[in-house]
């Protein structure tokens, strides 16, 4: 009887880079609030929330985020002059909402997650999909409160959407690049 040793597992697209830890999250947190400085109120917050829900554990991606969002508020109140008012306040509020919830959502497919395969890319796009249909209904609600239902035209939402799955599809694959250079 020849023993052989196991196979190395396929690199797991629900948990962070193996190692270092800090590699991922350090690296989504640069990328996603060097986005601050491309865009100013159109983030990319869809697809920086799927890739971190996918890609790391709840409580951490939730972090990401909210530090993501919480930058480009900073960089919006300062570097891009966004008006401080109460609407715009609550607007940043809602984006930042509308991100976490996004997160959630991603997150929340942890049990449908398996090594990096089609079915794990199926998974990633209709995430996708469904994180923009969320953080664009939160933002419709709130546009029939306080207004900008003429922001929801087709091409404003049909940029907005390739915007998100273009970063999405974008870091998930840096993502699962990392991952297989960083396993073997």
Not at 25 to 49: A, N
Not at 52 to 76: C, D, E, F, K
């Amino acid at each position: 009887m020849t023993l052989t040793p196991p196979k190395p597992a396929a690199p797991s697209a629900n948990r962070p880079l193996a190692k270092p830890t800090w590699l991922w999250p350090t690296l989504l947190l640069v990328l996603g609030c060097g986005s601050s400085l491309l865009y100013t109120c159109t983030v990319p917050l869809v697809g920086l929330g799927v890739t971190a829900g996918l890609t790391l554990p709840r409580s951490l991606a939730l972090r990401v985020v909210g530090t993501i969002w919480l930058a480009n508020q900073v960089l919006g109140y300062t570097l891009h002059n966004y008006p401080r008012t109460a609407d715009s306040f609550l607007w940043g509020l809602i984006l930042g909402l509308g991100a976490a919830a996004v997160t959630l959502a991603a997150t929340g497919t942890a049990r449908h997650r398996g090594p990096l395969s089609r079915r794990w890319a199926l998974t990633a796009a209709w995430v996708t999909v469904a994180g923009f249909c969320i953080y664009e209904g939160i933002i419709l609600l709130a546009s029939l409160a306080l207004g900008g239902l003429e922001s929801f035209t087709p091409a404003i939402v049909g940029g907005l959407f390739l915007t998100n799955t273009l970063w999405a599809g974008g870091l998930l694959g840096l993502h699962a690049l990392l991952a297989s250079k960083l396993q073997r």
